[in-house]
């Protein structure tokens, strides 16, 4: 075959394939929850100095920060899921 019908062939399906149905789908997405890109606390923080505080007190504020932060980490979850699951949830109002 000759190079110019190739060439008219190639520009051709490259013209059907530029259609409208291959640009981006769906509207704005809108941003997660501000809360949730907070990050976690270290456990370290909470450790006071050699010989100071109550462990117990400290294991009880190293689990509340471990469950808020988890918490948190689910709703950005579930925001992500939204966003890529296709059920529109996060994408501003998008039927």
């Known amino acids: 075959m000759r190079p110019v019908p190739i060439l008219l062939l190639l520009a051709g399906c490259l013209l059907l394939t530029a259609c409208a149905g291959s640009g981006p789908v769906g509207g704005p997405v809108d941003p997660p929850p501000v809360v949730t890109l907070r990050p976690c606390r270290h456990p370290t923080e909470f ?38 699951g296709g059920d529109r949830v996060g994408l501003g109002g998008v039927p």
């Open 47 to 84: 450790l006071p100095e050699a010989g100071q505080g109550d462990w117990e007190l400290i294991a009880g504020r190293i689990g509340d920060e471990l469950i808020r932060c988890r918490a948190e980490k689910a709703v950005l979850g579930e925001w992500v899921e939204g966003v890529i």
